[in-house]
């Protein structure tokens, strides 16, 4: 088994090395430790790597820019840099494992990465009062802007708040999201009705018995969510 640490500070990277050694045992595990992004890069082209241990900043440069221009191994972001958890589920990595390492938390994260069978639903990381949950795309029903939060709303009835503006998710979701408001998108697989109610206004019906109003600015995009 083939495990890349990508860590720029060697005590920090002897410890993960330990760490990963005794949590594989008896496993034959070849390491190997990168200290600049090019550097992984460069064992990332020429070597089958079955692990990624990835810090964030490497020698000044953002990590993330070795999964944007690669083939990634299954990857477990370990960082002090708290708040770049969203974005390391928006990578799809595996998990996130905050410095200070506790042998405990890597080893969850490890098994993770080793069990070959699960594999992760592209999701929304939702951050909200003080904790991440992930929400796959394919379960959202619809998002709704409240105040400085966005209620994301799921087929199964849960609804999270999220602590960022409607735009800034907009800018995340993937194809199948459709704006109908100033306040509002919605999943296009999960709109179970369209109805014109008195003035011409327009309300969607969606999985769960969310209703959710369409804009006369939107009525283009809702437009193309009826059957042809």
Not at 1 to 27: C, F, K, Q, S, Y
Not at 191 to 202: D, K
């Amino acid at each position: 088994m083939n495990v890349l640490i990508v860590e720029d500070e060697a005590p920090a990277a002897r410890r993960l090395e330990r760490m990963v050694r005794e949590r594989l045992a008896p496993r034959t595990v070849a390491l190997t430790v990168a200290n600049t992004v090019e550097t992984a890069r460069q064992t990332l082209d020429s070597t089958i790597v079955d692990i990624l241990l990835l810090d964030l900043n490497i020698n000044g440069a953002d990590g993330f820019s070795i999964l944007d221009s690669v083939r990634r191994p299954p990857t477990i972001v370990v960082s002090a840099n708290a708040s770049r958890a969203i974005d390391a589920f928006d990578h799809a990595v595996i998990d996130f494992v905050a410095k200070p390492v506790s042998a405990d938390r890597l080893a969850i994260a490890l098994d993770r990465a080793l069990d070959r069978s699960t594999v992760r639903s592209p999701s929304l990381a939702v951050r909200s009062a003080g904790r991440i949950d992930l929400a796959a795309f394919a379960d959202i029903v619809a998002l709704s802007g409240a105040d400085d939060y966005v209620e994301v709303i799921l087929a199964d009835g849960r609804r999270f708040l999220h602590d960022t503006s409607l735009g800034d998710l907009e800018r995340r979701l993937p194809a199948g999201f459709v704006r109908v408001h100033r306040s509002h998108i919605v999943n296009a697989a999960h709109v179970r009705s369209i109805r014109t109610l008195p003035g011409r206004r327009r309300v969607l019906g969606l999985t769960g018995g969310a209703e959710i109003p369409v804009s006369r600015s939107h009525a283009a995009a809702v437009s193309a969510l009826l059957p042809r």
